[in-house]
């Protein structure tokens, strides 16, 4: 199984780890670290490497990220960057933590990494559009 560490700005960490434990229960191998106003690159650093440390690598360690650019990614790449066993991904949301936290069993980081960017375009939608998908979809009842 590979590891789960999130993290982002604020209390979106806890706050994604809330959502997830109401839907899905409690996940095995699996770190919420967030990265409050009051703290430093240098203690975000530090959170993660003993995050590492404690999580099994054997199959992957994976660090899903809030914001591209901002520091808990920075902090996750330059880690990720030192292990070939870890993947880093960015932009997540709920949806894409729930779908990627119960596929993470069957998949190598690589194929993960490569899921959870699908999951993360298809999450992404309008009801709009899903009322014009929806309706396409119904079949058209020829007449007589």
Request: proline share 3%.
């Amino acid at each position: 199984m590979l590891s789960i560490i999130l993290t982002g700005h604020g209390g979106f960490a806890s706050g994604m780890e809330k959502a997830m434990l109401q839907i899905l229960g409690e996940q095995a191998q699996f770190v919420a670290i967030d990265f409050p106003e009051t703290s430093s690159t240098a203690m975000l650093t530090a959170q993660l490497e003993e995050a590492i440390q404690t999580l099994p690598a054997t199959e992957g360690i994976i660090f899903l990220t809030d914001l591209l650019g901002g520091t808990p990614f920075r902090v996750a790449s330059t880690l990720a960057m030192q292990r070939p066993e870890c993947e880093v991904i960015t932009g997540t949301n709920l949806q894409l933590l729930l779908e990627m936290a119960m596929d993470r069993d069957e998949l190598s980081g690589k194929d993960f990494r490569q899921q959870a960017l699908e999951c993360g375009h298809r999450g992404l939608t309008s009801l709009a559009d899903e009322l014009v998908r929806n309706r396409e979809s119904e079949p058209v009842e020829e007449g007589i």
